[in-house]
């Protein structure tokens, strides 16, 4: 577990992995940040605030 307020794509390389491992069965990927605003890192990989949680 990481804590951040900016992810960057760097934080996404064991996600990245883990879905070439997986192959298709990998359908998203999501990481939950201080942020205020979703963000893509590209297909199916999102950095998501942790605020949506409870919205």
Known sequence: MK???SPGHGDFKRMRRFGDI???SFVRGVLLYGGETMVSFGPNLFAVP???LCA
């Open 22 to 24: 997986m192959g298709s």
């Open 3 to 5: 804590a951040t307020a």
């Open 50 to 52: 942790i605020s949506s």
